[in-house]
Every structure is written in C-alpha cells, then in structure tokens.
C-alpha cells in the first residue's frame, strides 16, 4: 500500500503560479498528476515513469513535474495558469504498463487538492 498526500492548492488570478506537493509514503517507480473538473472525466497532466517525463498537450511549456526521491515527494510547478485550470488535482503512484494519460492504469491516488484559477 502507497499513501499519498496532495497540498499546495489554492485560488490565484489567471497568469499567477502555483507549486503542488504530493508526499508519499513510500518510493515508487511511476508517479503522476491528474485533475478533474465538475462534469468531467479525470485528465492526465503529467508524469515520471521509466526515467521519463510526460505531459499532457494543454499544460506542456506551462507545468512542470519534478520528484525529490530523497523525501518522496512529487512536485508540480503551474505557472501562467488559465481559468481552465481549475480543477480538483490528484497524485497518483504505480502504473500498470505505460498508457499513463489514462486514470484507471493507476493503483493509488491522494485525496485531491483544489485549484481556482479567476479571470
């Protein structure tokens, strides 16, 4: 079992920047960020897997995921944030194969930390 907890989240003006913690307690080969808005389904922002680093295309020269393996911790650096941003964002560990954009190939996630981003 893997526990993972997101903080960091909070509410910024459109253009600000904000950096999301996950700690976890234990080191793990994968970890990602996901989010999820009111209504939709949950979206792969990035993730370290395999030695790599993968992004989806709406956060890419935006985000940036970073891992300190000394203190099992993943970060997420947002900056330039939108109002489409705003959503729950999630920690997950573990991937099963490599389809990382995809929410069900993770075994453990966080409890979620709100991001609102305002015009």
């Known amino acids: 079992q893997v526990q993972l907890v997101e903080s960091g989240g909070g509410s910024v003006q459109t253009g600000g920047s904000l950096r999301l913690s996950c700690a976890a307690s234990?080191?793990?080969?994968?970890i990602g960020w996901f989010r999820q808005a009111p209504g939709k389904e949950r979206e792969g922002i990035a993730a370290?897997?395999?030695?790599?680093?993968r992004y989806a295309d709406s956060v890419t020269g935006r985000f940036s995921i970073s891992r300190d393996n000394a203190k099992n911790t993943l970060y997420l650096q947002m900056n330039s944030l939108k109002p489409e941003d705003t959503a729950m964002y999630y920690c997950?560990?573990?991937?099963?194969?490599?389809?990382?954009?995809?929410?069900?190939?993770?075994?453990?996630w966080g409890q979620g930390t709100q991001v609102t981003v305002s015009s």
């Open positions: 997950a560990a573990v991937l099963y194969g490599n389809s990382w954009s995809h929410p069900e190939r993770w075994t453990y």
């Open positions: 234990a080191y793990v080969f994968s």
């Open positions: 370290i897997y395999r030695g790599e680093t």
